[in-house]
């Protein structure tokens, strides 16, 4: 088990900036990518990690597990195959047309990180994974918890993890609308990036993949409501197709 470390080092990359991807055309053909997306595999951070999931393509077979919450289930797609991990799944066979890719959807709306982590083991038990998507930190921040809980609550999930011998993928929180008339929702976004910065650091610190979207959001103008539904919460159809797109061409070109 790795030291864990304290929160001091996250202070400087959550004063971080961050510039939109630049718009380019996608070259996925498995789903309808809005034209209006901006396609980037420059934001994924590979740290170093994914040598399982690149033997496993290299042997024929690689099964993902996807867990978190709302985005991870698909709430706010108008069709449960137009949600984030179906498309993932589509996009990611027609990139390796010579391997057996599964795409776990294990998302539970509503879950905090430590509800994750507390199904984590079994989750993995059922799947046998080659590597996790793990979504985080949205509904942490939603229900005031602070930062040190989430990185406790990662600290465990790591623990579990790394007894697996799976490589691990972490996604950050999605933005939320500025302009959103829910009051629970106002202000939120200092937080959420907080959390993203956070999810970087850790990233890094384990060498774990991390294939951000709070940042690639503030490029998503040109998409419907910016990706996000009439509920200011959960990404709609155009929303889900940016960002798996994104993470298609991230994770696909890191396991080449």
């Known amino acids: 088990m790795r030291a864990a470390g304290t929160l001091a080092p996250l202070l400087a990359v959550l004063a971080l900036g961050a510039c939109a991807p630049v718009p380019g055309p996608s070259t996925i053909r498995a789903f309808e990518v809005p034209v209006t997306c901006p396609v980037s595999a420059d ?8 040598a399982r999931s690149r033997t496993a393509l290299q042997a024929g077979s690689l ?10 289930e698909g709430v706010g797609a108008s069709r449960p195959d137009l949600g984030y991990v179906p498309l993932v799944e589509a996009g990611l066979r027609e990139a390796f047309p010579d ?11 509503g879950e905090t990180t430590a509800d994750t982590v507390n199904r984590l083991q079994a989750e993995i038990d059922a799947a046998r994974p080659h590597l996790v998507l793990w979504q985080l930190g949205t509904n942490d921040m939603l229900r005031d918890l602070t930062l ?15 007894a697996a011998g799976v490589d691990v993928v972490l996604i950050d929180p999605q933005r939320l609308p500025e ?15 907080g959390v ?5 650091y850790l990233g890094a610190r384990e060498g774990y993949a991390v294939a951000p979207r709070f940042s690639p959001m503030s490029g998503w103008a040109g998409l419907e409501g ?19 797109a994104n993470t298609v061409a991230g994770l696909g070109g890191a396991l080449r």
């Open 43 to 50: 934001k994924f951070q590979a740290n170093g990690g994914l």
């Open 63 to 72: 099964t993902i597990l996807a867990v978190g919450s709302s985005s991870i």
């Open 99 to 109: 391997t057996r890719i599964t795409v776990i959807n294990r998302g539970i709306g």
């Open 148 to 162: 040190a809980r989430v990185v406790a609550d990662f600290e465990r999930g790591r623990d579990i993890l790394e």
């Open 179 to 193: 302009d959103t008339d829910n009051a629970g929702f106002r202000g939120r976004n200092s937080l959420l990036a």
């Open 196 to 200: 993203s910065g956070t999810i970087d």
């Open 226 to 244: 910016g990706g996000v539904g009439p509920d200011d919460l959960h990404l709609n159809d155009a929303g889900y197709a940016c960002w798996a």
